[in-house]
């Protein structure tokens, strides 16, 4: 218990420090969005950032790319704050806003076309076919269990038992089988048994005989006095 107690404690910590960020986050989620309106709106201005230079990247001047750029980052964070926490059993399915925003960043920085938002539907597609149907499996599931009555994993560990009580039913039955055919080989080869009735049913005929006289010789003492 004591060597448990500071790693529950560790891992409070963790978990309080976790949730602080993720609730910062949310809290400025405004303010990151409203931080476009502090950059230049020269048509040919850049800033310095740790040594990584930022310019306009095709738009009007920078403030323009910096507001578009954040609309799409600020949710595209928040959805994934959301399915971190999400403990309902459709989360899978806020991968598909959170993937689409994800698209978008990349085609604002990386696309070399003058037009934006027009590709990522189509990247989507395969992550829409993958989360669509896991989501609709699940649902059948909880459908079959909580509304239906059915629970499928229930009934297969069921089906699994009867499969290994009848196997091992089965193998009691030749394992008898087994002993009883080499009983009778082992009486057939030594014929104990024969042996044993006829020693039984000579000390009967004895015992019968033995009756016999003690009964004759009472009578003769009997009819003699």
Same mark, same amino acid.
């Given at each position: +218990?004591?060597? @448990? /107690? #500071? @790693?529950?404690?560790? &891992?409070?910590? &963790?978990? !309080? *420090?976790?949730?602080?960020?993720?609730?910062?986050?949310?809290?400025?989620?405004?303010?990151?969005? &409203?931080?476009?309106?502090?950059? #230049?709106?020269?048509?040919?201005?850049?800033?310095?950032?740790?040594?990584?230079?930022?310019?306009? /990247?095709?738009? %009007?001047?920078?403030? =323009?790319? %910096?507001?578009?750029? *954040?609309?799409?980052?600020?949710?595209?964070?928040?959805?994934?704050?959301?399915? *971190?926490?999400?403990?309902?059993?459709?989360?899978?399915? !806020?991968?598909?806003?959170?993937? +689409?925003?994800?698209?978008?960043?990349? @085609?604002?920085?990386?696309? $070399?076309?003058?037009?934006?938002? =027009?590709?990522?539907?189509?990247?989507?597609?395969?992550?829409? +076919?993958?989360?669509?149907?896991?989501?609709?499996?699940?649902?059948?599931?909880?459908?079959?269990?909580?509304?239906?009555?059915?629970?499928?994993?229930? +009934? $297969?560990?069921?089906?699994?038992?009867?499969?290994?009580?009848?196997?091992?039913? $089965?193998?009691?039955?030749?394992?008898?089988?087994?002993?009883?055919? @080499?009983? %009778?080989? &082992?009486?057939?080869?030594?014929?104990?048994? $024969?042996?044993?009735?006829?020693? %039984?049913?000579?000390?009967?005929?004895?015992?019968?005989?033995?009756?016999?006289?003690? /009964?004759? !010789?009472?009578?003769?003492?009997?009819?003699?006095?």
């Amino acid at each position: +218990m004591q060597n @448990e /107690h #500071p @790693e529950t404690r560790k &891992k409070a910590r &963790k978990k !309080i *420090l976790m949730d602080t960020i993720g609730v910062l986050l949310i809290i400025l989620s405004p303010f990151v969005f &409203k931080l476009h309106q502090y950059l #230049p709106s020269e048509p040919n201005a850049t800033i310095n950032i740790l040594g990584l230079e930022i310019n306009n /990247h095709g738009f %009007a001047d920078l403030n =323009t790319f %910096a507001w578009f750029l *954040l609309s799409k980052i600020v949710p595209f964070y928040l959805f994934i704050l959301w399915f *971190l926490t999400c403990k309902h059993w459709w989360y899978h399915i !806020i991968l598909i806003p959170a993937t +689409m925003y994800a698209f978008q960043i990349y @085609e604002v920085l990386y696309s $070399e076309d003058n037009i934006v938002d =027009t590709k990522n539907i189509i990247w989507l597609l395969p992550v829409c +076919m993958v989360v669509i149907p896991l989501v609709y499996f699940i649902r059948i599931k909880l459908v079959d269990k909580y509304v239906h009555g059915i629970d499928l994993e229930a +009934m $297969e560990a069921e089906l699994t038992a009867l499969k290994k009580k009848q196997a091992s039913r $089965e193998e009691n039955a030749k394992l008898d089988k087994f002993i009883s055919s @080499e009983t %009778a080989d &082992k009486v057939d080869e030594d014929g104990n048994t $024969e042996d044993t009735d006829k020693v %039984a049913q000579l000390n009967t005929e004895k015992g019968n005989s033995f009756k016999q006289a003690q /009964h004759r !010789i009472s009578n003769w003492l009997q009819f003699k006095f």
